[in-house]
């Protein structure tokens, strides 16, 4: 398939969209390997998507760089899991983090302000790191799902990614939770302990909490705010603004 003009126009992503609706992660990930070469790379949380991706990956192009957004916020449990992923799937993991450290935000800003201020918090720990990481990209991975939340449920598998200004590619886009963990026991997968603990989502300490079964997986995420997102996913065509993370 010829490569088109970033960014790319609506008939070329609707044309690979149909294209893709059905197609497997390992076909999606294949041709953005074959359109992209060295100028992909995969973001992840380590949530379960992200695992099988990984997996997925390794398979393929381990040689593919996976970065990570460490927020000096994540779980022990999460750094203990990249550990074992690395030594389990031979990949090669790309820290990427704010050089703003917890003292010297808490002394501009103010303690604790995930609390107070979480839009201001994900957009400086994890927004502008992940910005400064794909500044040199043509297109990223990522584990995102439609049936993660209602703001997800029309993401397309090959997507123009306007706050970033690259190509994102979604090759879950259409599993459902079942598939991915049928996926990750088949295989024998790791995965974060927490999710045996009642944490369907995992993002920072503060901003995470466990869920009774039957709600939504990412309600533990900002637990009583209306806050669903850290911002680093932005429905096509929005822009990036601190006033709005």
């Known amino acids: 398939m010829e490569l088109v003009t970033a960014p790319w126009d609506h008939s070329a992503l609707r044309d690979i969209n149909v294209q893709f609706e059905h197609a497997s992660p390992r076909e999606i990930l294949l041709w953005g ?16 998507s992200g695992i099988v991706l990984m997996d997925f990956v390794s398979k393929i ?5 996976i970065l990570y957004l460490d927020t000096d916020l994540l779980f022990p449990e999460t750094h203990t899991l990249r550990r074992e992923l690395e030594e389990r799937l031979g990949l090669s993991f790309q820290r990427h983090a704010t050089e703003l450290s917890l003292k010297a935000q808490e ?12 839009d201001q918090c994900c957009l400086m720990r994890k927004v502008r790191p992940l910005q400064e990481a794909l500044k040199n990209k043509r297109a990223w991975i990522t584990g995102i799902r439609r049936d993660h939340s209602k703001a997800r449920a029309h993401i397309q598998v090959v997507e123009w990614d306007d706050p970033y200004g690259v190509v994102k590619l979604n090759p879950l886009a259409y599993w459902g939770n079942d598939e991915v963990w049928s996926y990750i026991q088949l295989n024998d997968l790791p995965y974060n302990i927490l999710h045996d603990e009642g944490y369907p989502s995992i993002g920072c300490v503060p901003c995470t909490r466990s869920v009774p079964p039957g709600e939504s997986m990412r309600a533990g995420r900002w637990r009583g705010r209306e806050k669903l997102e850290c911002g680093i996913h932005k429905p096509v065509g929005s822009k990036h603004s601190e006033a709005a993370e």
């Open 61 to 65: 192009q381990p040689q593919i760089p």
């Open 107 to 118: 002394a501009t800003y103010g303690p604790k302000l995930w609390k107070r201020n979480p």
């Open 33 to 48: 390997q074959e359109t992209f070469g060295d100028d992909l790379i995969m973001a992840t949380g380590f949530g379960p």
